[in-house]
């Protein structure tokens, strides 16, 4: 974090009030201590998070005196795009990936910090630390730079930019490990507890607020569920568990064999893959 600091004119981080970037928030405050993070903090907000996050996000920046810019695409709430009107892609197209384009764009950030690692997901596995995007904010997978040891190059033409993953070769249970070791504030959403749930198509989807049509015989169920990942609540699902504590968490992690995005709804979505939408800009 301070080699970009020191490489970059103009450096930010993305912040997606989820557990990685509670992770990364927390290295940067310790990186650049006692001052603050010499970068602000960007949330692209699709106007659909669940609520428990937003109250998360303006607490935390409130409590560490961080900056932290907000941008939403109101061209796409003027046309109403959202995730139950318009489907998966069409609203991760319009209310993150171009949202974030015009955030980058109208603040003129050479390089964005991102919690994203490698596991995650198998197109994630391809992007190196510092991540080559092109002036129009393309990834071109066989277009990336070489990384030797922690040998970063961050040379880029005007208009061109960097993503930057301190976090790739950690894994989610180092995650977990790294947030109870630091005690780490995250979302309530992580721990179980009673949730009002409905499930479609196998995926259990809380009723978050009266946004959420129910289908005919639907009614949702009081289960005890948490998630293991957070985005926006009518394309997130949510597991069944028990596991109320950081411990319990990390042993549930130890015992999983199953990904922690098989209930994000934009990865099941055939024809927009994680790969493709990194192409056209999505983090």
Same mark, same amino acid.
């Given at each position: 974090?301070?080699?970009?600091?020191?490489?970059?004119?103009?450096?930010?981080?993305?912040?997606?009030?989820?557990?990685?970037?509670?992770?990364?928030?927390?290295?940067?405050?310790?990186?650049?201590?006692?001052?603050?993070?010499?970068?602000?903090?960007?949330?692209?907000?699709?106007? #659909?998070?669940?609520?428990?996050?937003?109250?998360?996000?303006?607490?935390?920046?409130?409590?560490?005196?961080?900056?932290?810019?907000?941008?939403?695409?109101?061209?796409?709430?003027?046309?109403?795009?959202?995730?139950?009107?318009?489907?998966?892609?069409?609203?991760?197209?319009?209310?993150?990936?171009?949202?974030?384009?015009?955030?980058?764009?109208?603040?003129?950030?050479?390089?964005?910090?991102?919690?994203?690692?490698?596991?995650?997901?198998?197109?994630?596995?391809?992007?190196?630390?510092?991540?080559?995007?092109?002036?129009?904010?393309? #990834?071109?997978?066989?277009?990336?730079?070489?990384?030797?040891?922690?040998?970063?190059?961050?040379?880029?033409?005007?208009?061109?930019?960097?993503?930057?993953?301190?976090?790739?070769? #950690?894994?989610?249970?180092?995650? #977990?490990?790294?947030?109870?070791?630091?005690?780490?504030?995250?979302?309530?959403?992580?721990?179980?507890?009673?949730?009002?749930?409905?499930?479609?198509?196998?995926?259990?989807?809380?009723?978050?607020?009266?946004?959420?049509?129910?289908?005919?015989?639907?009614?949702?169920?009081?289960?005890?569920?948490?998630?293991?990942?957070?985005?926006?609540?009518?394309?997130?699902?949510?597991?069944?568990?028990?596991?109320?504590?950081?411990?319990?968490?990390?042993?549930?992690?130890?015992?999983?064999?199953?990904?922690?995005?098989?209930?994000?709804?934009?990865?099941?979505?055939?024809?927009?893959?994680?790969?493709?939408?990194?192409?056209?800009?999505?983090?």
């Amino acid at each position: 974090m301070r080699e970009v600091a020191a490489q970059f004119q103009k450096p930010v981080m993305l912040y997606s009030v989820g557990k990685d970037s509670s992770v990364l928030l927390h290295l940067a405050m310790k990186a650049f201590y006692p001052s603050k993070p010499p970068f602000p903090l960007l949330h692209v907000d699709t106007t #659909w998070k669940f609520r428990e996050m937003i109250e998360f996000r303006d607490r935390t920046a409130r409590e560490l005196g961080i900056d932290l810019m907000v941008h939403i695409n109101r061209e796409g709430v003027r046309q109403g795009i959202g995730p139950v009107s318009h489907g998966s892609a069409v609203h991760t197209d319009v209310m993150k990936t171009q949202a974030l384009k015009q955030a980058l764009d109208a603040h003129g950030f050479d390089a964005a910090f991102g919690g994203a690692r490698r596991d995650e997901e198998k197109s994630r596995a391809k992007e190196r630390v510092f991540s080559f995007r092109t002036a129009t904010h393309r #990834w071109e997978p066989k277009n990336q730079r070489p990384e030797l040891w922690s040998l970063y190059n961050g040379r880029i033409h005007k208009g061109e930019s960097i993503r930057v993953f301190p976090l790739s070769n #950690w894994t989610e249970l180092d995650i #977990w490990q790294y947030i109870h070791q630091e005690n780490i504030p995250v979302v309530p959403l992580y721990f179980a507890k009673p949730r009002p749930v409905v499930e479609r198509d196998g995926t259990l989807i809380m009723v978050d607020d009266d946004r959420l049509p129910l289908k005919p015989g639907e009614v949702p169920e009081m289960a005890w569920v948490r998630f293991r990942t957070l985005g926006c609540y009518p394309l997130t699902g949510a597991v069944r568990s028990t596991a109320a504590t950081l411990p319990e968490i990390i042993r549930e992690m130890l015992l999983s064999t199953s990904s922690e995005r098989q209930g994000r709804v934009i990865d099941q979505d055939a024809a927009a893959s994680m790969e493709a939408k990194k192409q056209e800009g999505y983090f």
